[in-house]
């Protein structure tokens, strides 16, 4: 029997509109209104100084480690502008500007990376979930909710991020699996920024391209320079939009670069060149988007001024806003507090008390637990005897 | 009322739950046309369509973690892990972020789902299919971690389970699917989780079991009583964590003495937090130290062995006397 062709050999298309050197491509240009222009590139300044501004915090030791994205700001105001308030949002951990345009306070992100977890705390209405730490772990839970996005007859769309280095993880394939078989209303965004931690792309697939993988689980996709804003956005609209009309997931591959950190606890100097990072400088997505916005006449000059001043709004509110309730902490852990953790919670505010009579009327610990106060309390036993007084079984 | 044995009262508890309420939706491996390799889905399939049970592709992290995307949602997943043994391939989606989801989004989100999974040895099965992990999840903070031990209460568990607004992990003992049949109700019925249940009163000795340990137990009980009229109380936990703390103080206050069994092995298991816990609550009322009856600190032993090392009633019955005698 013959070896017989089953399927096309398998292209991957690569989307470039405004490339490092300003040239456009004006037939693929997308028509973006001159406002909306200004405000994604608004999206992409904030994103950037806002990173600055983190950074020098964490510096001062104000915060404490996060991730900063420069130079993924097209990658990710491309993309996320794409969507509706009403679609979702799932972020891995090196989203901030992703995360600013679909509005969460500066003065939260700060709180997040300062410690509270209630600067993780999304909005009653938003529907972004919250920063996820593993890599690709998210990814099956924007399928999840995809999913049932389909099952309740919502026309939402779930865009979820992930970097290259989370396309080893199994995760990251189970989720694409699943989009696949399911035929889900979602965009997966790889935000391939060349490096995870140390380790470069070509140690972290032999695949030519990321975007291919997708191919395998039976969806399009595609690759985009992802420092060209233009690009970015023309796919990830036609993304939404393809799995907001039923035609199943998506995933785009942003083709970008990390100029700075992996976290603050990095230094990059010790796996890769200036001459690389120099080299993607010079194709910096702000500086591009600037440019483009510059000759059309789009470009506000007194921009950067009203975002620093923003900033620093920002960070005087969250540095004035006082440290949140210690005992806050048990407030979240289950909708109701079991009677061990309710007794967990007295001890610690026992010895979180100033030291006074109160103080010294703790609760004893190793009473039992009390039940909720709508019950009867349990019958008081009597004091038991000490050993030796108690008759033994057998005698 | 009627006489259904363990698989056949958790499939009432599912059917009822997924008629009560539509965003209850039941996912795993084969838990749709084939009704689960043990047949706790049965029939759903057929009643509610493949949407509502969901055949999954064969990958653990792929069903939590897609369930954990739906619980966010809103809607209430019932999962299927078709063994414990398994569960690794998932551990992390459940500790990473089912346990966390309340806690990282401090309440905007609440993670409303039931992971159920068969577990437990005595039903001769290959590695994988007849560990005992229950410590892994009762240790997660976040979790629930609850242990039916028989028709009636596994039926009102799981509905619980299911409306519980906080994640519950839902292990069901191979050995008891079939073991009995025992009156459930037809009417909907749950029962409280974190609430142990005193199954045999007594004032001699407090027998603390859960899961297919609890048959053991009352085995012993009764030849204790009969032999030597020894009255042993029998806690059933039902519920790991939260331990119910209040109900094994009161039981050993009363009776001064203690032996838990489990299937799990001995060192950090579930006994060690449950002889503490009664050790603080009633240390001056015990007369004995409390023992362990439970499965040597070793990995799967092979069926052909199994006996061996799971308790039984000699076993347990051995370690009451001695406690008893001490």
């Not at chain 1, 909005?123 to 099956?140: G, K, N």
């Not at chain 1, 099952?151 to 189970?174: I, L, N």
């Not at chain 1, 190793?366 to 057998?394: I, K, L, T, V, Y």
């Not at chain 2, 209430?76 to 990282?104: D, L, T, W």
Request: hydrophobic share 40%; charged share 25%.
């Amino acid at each position: 029997m013959p070896r017989t062709l089953i399927e096309p050999q398998f292209t991957v298309e690569h989307l470039s509109i405004l490339d490092s050197d300003g040239h456009l491509d004006s037939a693929l240009e997308p028509p973006i209104a001159p406002e909306e222009q200004k405000r994604l590139h608004r999206g992409m300044l904030l994103g950037r100084r806002f990173d600055e501004r983190m950074l020098r915090l964490q510096r001062q030791g104000r915060i404490g480690t996060f991730a900063p994205i420069k130079g993924q700001e097209a990658a990710q105001i491309g993309s996320v502008a794409a969507l509706r308030r009403t679609d979702w949002m799932v972020p891995s951990f090196r989203e901030t500007a992703a995360m600013l345009w679909r509005g969460w306070p500066m003065e939260r992100i700060l709180l997040f990376f300062a410690g509270y977890l209630e600067g993780g705390q999304p909005a009653p209405d938003q529907r972004d979930l919250p920063i996820c730490i593993p890599v690709s772990t998210q990814l099956p839970h924007a399928v999840g909710l995809a999913y049932a996005a389909q099952y309740r007859g919502d026309d939402a769309v779930v865009m979820a991020y992930c970097g290259d280095g989370a396309t080893s993880e199994g995760d990251f394939h189970e989720a694409m699996n699943f989009a696949g078989v399911w035929h889900v209303p979602m965009v997966f965004v790889v935000q391939n920024n060349q490096w995870a931690i140390s380790v470069p792309l070509k140690k972290q697939t032999h695949s030519r391209t990321i975007a291919q993988k997708a191919l395998a689980y039976g969806f399009p996709a595609l690759q985009v320079d992802g420092n060209d804003l233009l690009a970015v956005h023309a796919a990830s609209l036609e993304a939404v939009e393809r799995a907001r009309r039923g035609d199943g997931p998506t995933l785009i591959e942003c083709v970008t670069y990390r100029l700075g950190v992996h976290t603050t606890s990095d230094d990059p100097t010790k796996y890769r060149s200036t001459e690389e990072v120099e080299a993607w400088e010079r194709k910096d997505p702000l500086t591009r988007f600037s440019a483009y916005l510059r000759e059309r006449n789009l470009l506000d000059p007194g921009l950067e001024e009203a975002i620093d001043a923003e900033i620093a709004r920002a960070v005087a509110a969250f540095e004035a806003s006082g440290p949140p309730d210690p005992l806050a902490m048990f407030d979240h852990a289950y909708a109701t507090r079991s009677a061990s953790l309710e007794a967990q919670r007295a001890e610690m505010q026992a010895r979180l008390a100033p030291a006074s009579g109160s103080a010294t009327t703790a609760p004893v610990t190793n009473a039992p637990a009390q039940r909720s106060s709508d019950e009867p309390a349990p019958a008081e036993h009597q004091s038991p005897p000490m050993r030796g007084q108690r008759r033994p079984w057998r005698s | 009322m009627a006489k259904l044995n363990m698989v056949k009262a958790l499939n009432l508890a599912l059917l009822q739950e997924m008629e009560r309420d539509p965003d209850v939706l039941v996912i795993g491996e084969d838990v749709g046309v084939d009704g689960g390799v043990f047949r706790v889905t049965e029939d759903l399939h057929r009643k509610f369509g493949g949407t509502r049970v969901v055949d999954t592709p064969l990958a653990e992290a792929g069903i939590i973690g897609a369930s954990v995307g739906m619980a966010l949602y809103g809607l209430k997943p019932v999962c299927e892990i078709q063994f414990s043994g398994f569960a690794f391939q998932c551990f992390h989606q459940i500790e990473n972020h089912v346990a966390r989801y309340r806690m990282r989004s401090q309440s905007r989100f609440g993670c409303q789902m039931v992971v159920r999974m068969p577990y437990g040895g005595g039903v001769r099965a290959l590695e994988h299919h007849s560990e005992s992990e229950e410590q892994f999840y009762a240790h997660i903070p976040g979790l629930k971690m609850v242990i039916p031990s028989g028709p009636r209460n596994a039926r009102a568990l799981l509905a619980a389970a299911i409306r519980d607004p906080d994640p519950v992990i839902f292990f069901e003992a191979k050995a008891l699917y079939h073991a009995a049949k025992e009156d459930v109700p037809d009417e909907i019925e749950t029962m409280e989780i974190g609430r142990a249940h005193v199954d045999r009163p007594g004032t001699d000795l407090t027998l603390v079991a859960y899961g297919a340990m609890v048959r053991v137990a009352r085995e012993v009980a009764e030849q204790l009583h009969e032999e030597s009229g020894v009255e042993v109380e029998i806690v059933d936990l039902l519920t790991i964590s939260p331990l119910d703390r209040e109900t094994l103080v009161a039981s050993v206050r009363k009776t001064g003495r203690a032996v838990v069994v489990h299937e799990a092995p001995r060192s950090f298991g579930p006994g060690a937090e449950i002889a503490t816990s009664i050790m603080e609550g009633a240390f001056l009322s015990l007369e004995a130290p409390i023992r362990r009856v439970t499965a040597s600190d070793l990995p799967f032993v092979g069926f052909a062995r199994e006996r061996a090392n799971v308790p039984d009633v000699p076993r347990v019955l051995a370690a009451c006397r001695e406690t008893l005698a001490f």
